[in-house]
């Protein structure tokens, strides 16, 4: 099983981006997706979970009324789009997959993926 973000970079503030994870060895729409970030110095913490019947749950207050999640049942790929982005959100951001469910803490998935840098400033 490979996972892999893409989409990063440099983004200015109040912009929009989307990053995709795609999965080999995985069919990502039977199963819960969930995206996290890691900010510089500090660990990894969650943002959200799409469940395998679509419904998100959010972990990170900070991002709920700005960033989703989508599924592309052709491309085996679940996107996360960001949208009104601070500087406050640059981080590397990784998703991750759970057999079963989303995580009741967003952390402790089955697989995780190679990260992708997202920058936000001016």
């Known amino acids: 099983v490979q996972l892999q973000a893409s989409g990063g970079g440099l983004v200015q503030p109040r912009g929009s981006l989307t990053l995709s994870c795609t999965a080999s060895?995985?069919?990502?729409?039977?199963?819960?997706v969930g995206w996290l970030r890691q900010f510089p110095g500090q660990e990894r913490g969650p943002i959200l979970c799409i469940s395998s019947s679509g419904d998100i749950k959010f972990y990170d207050d900070s991002v709920k009324g700005r960033f989703t999640a989508s599924r592309d049942k052709a491309k085996n790929t679940v996107d996360l789009q960001m949208n009104k982005l601070t500087p406050d959100d640059t981080a590397t951001y990784y998703c991750?997959?759970?057999?079963?469910?989303?995580?009741?803490?967003?952390?402790?998935?089955?697989?995780y993926g190679q990260g992708t840098l997202v920058t936000v400033s001016s």
């Open positions: 060895g995985l069919i990502l729409d039977d199963i819960a």
């Open positions: 991750a997959t759970d057999d079963l469910s989303c995580p009741p803490n967003g952390l402790g998935y089955d697989y």
